[in-house]
């Protein structure tokens, strides 16, 4: 089946810097991704929807300032999480869907994100 | 805006048992998706099964089965024959009909433990 892939999984930052999340479709186009995050033994929020060639659209009360998305080609989204702090500290999970595929949505592996 | 609930926090099933998993859901949409997604330790959702509302005939995959009623907007996930690689959270999600627009609204997860 499809593959959403995830980079890094895992990623420790200093409180005050930034970091990047790569979401990437490996064998399909994606003109539409979606940012969630999960905090622990929670369910998945939806943050962000993220739109080739386009602004991304954030859901009510996610700061689009401090997390940045881009969506730079038909198979790669990022997140950028600016000047963490230690509330960041989540577990980040992409997915999307291919042009084709008709309803099926895929996830990432997901990114731990741990701001010390 | 759509609801997802999932009333049991937690459920156990003993090995080779049948146990169902209880979500209902709240839209004033008339077509729409829903999903049950299951995420292991590893944190990566995988599908388990796909409804789609226009359809009147239960889902079915192999173990996993629906009981989708619409009018009472209810939508519970019969595992059969459990096995010890069920034990996982369980997340019920609903999608809306428009094309490009595959957002998820997830419920709260049911964590399920297989007793051996």
């Known amino acids: 089946g499809a593959v959403v892939s995830q980079h890094p999984s895992r990623v420790i930052c200093k409180s005050g810097t930034s970091v990047k999340i790569e979401c990437r479709s490996l064998?399909?186009?994606?003109?539409?991704m979606f940012w969630y995050r999960q905090f622990p033994k929670q369910s998945l929020m939806l943050m962000a929807t993220?739109?080739?060639?386009?602004?991304?659209?954030?859901e009510q009360g996610v700061e689009k300032d401090k997390f940045l998305i881009n969506h730079a080609s038909l198979t790669l989204s990022t997140l950028t999480v600016t000047s963490a702090h230690p509330e960041d500290s989540s577990f980040y999970i992409c997915?999307?869907?291919?042009?084709?595929?008709?309803?099926?949505?895929?996830f990432g592996e997901g990114s731990w994100l741990t701001v010390v | 805006a759509q609801t997802v609930t999932q009333s049991q926090p937690e459920m156990s099933v003993q090995e080779a048992e049948t146990v169902t998993l209880s979500c209902t859901y709240d839209t004033s949409e008339s077509d729409y998706y829903l999903f049950w997604y299951k995420q292991p330790p590893s944190r990566q959702m995988i599908l388990v099964i796909r409804q789609e509302a226009y359809k009147q005939q239960n889902a079915t995959e192999n173990r996993f089965s629906v009981n989708f009623q619409k009018a009472a907007k209810s939508f519970s996930l019969k595992i059969s024959d459990s096995q010890l690689g069920d034990a996982a959270m369980y997340f019920c999600?609903?999608?809306?009909?428009?094309?490009?627009?595959?957002?998820?609204?997830f419920g709260t997860g049911t964590r399920l433990t297989i007793i051996p």
């Open positions: 993220s739109n080739e060639g386009s602004k991304a659209t954030y």
């Open positions: 997915s999307a869907r291919p042009e084709t595929s008709g309803n099926t949505i895929y």
């Open positions: 999600a609903y999608r809306g009909p428009n094309f490009g627009n595959e957002k998820l609204t």
């Open positions: 064998d399909f186009q994606a003109t539409t």
